[in-house]
């Protein structure tokens, strides 16, 4: 599967948009993990069909309610299928 990382800067954090994401992610068929970073962003990893990791990152572009997306880096990592979808603590 395509597989993805997705660098998410604006307000990202305390709002909620790791648990957002991980629903949208399970709607769409992608495996993968979200955490917050120290530097304040969210990073992403996906994997999932073409199709599926672009209807995925227009959600993410959208956010939950509270949240703002100032600007989303992707970068295409190898081909890798995860399993399930997990919000990384740290």
Same mark, same amino acid.
Do not use: C, W
């Given at each position: ?23 949208? !992610?399970? @709607? ?10 120290? =530097? ?5 990893? %996906? ?17 939950? !309610?509270? @949240? ?10 190898? =081909? ?5 979808? %997990?919000?990384?603590?740290?």
């Amino acid at each position: 599967m395509p597989a993805r990382r997705y660098i998410v800067t604006g307000r990202v954090q305390g709002v909620g948009f790791r648990y957002f994401v991980k629903t949208i !992610a399970e @709607a769409f068929d992608i495996s993968g993990s979200v955490s917050n970073r120290a =530097d304040g962003g969210v990073e992403i990893v %996906a994997a999932g069909t073409p199709e599926n990791l672009r209807a995925f990152k227009e959600q993410v572009e959208l956010g939950p !309610a509270g @949240a703002r997306v100032d600007r989303i880096e992707t970068e295409h990592l190898p =081909d890798e299928r995860y399993r399930g979808f %997990a919000i990384v603590r740290q």
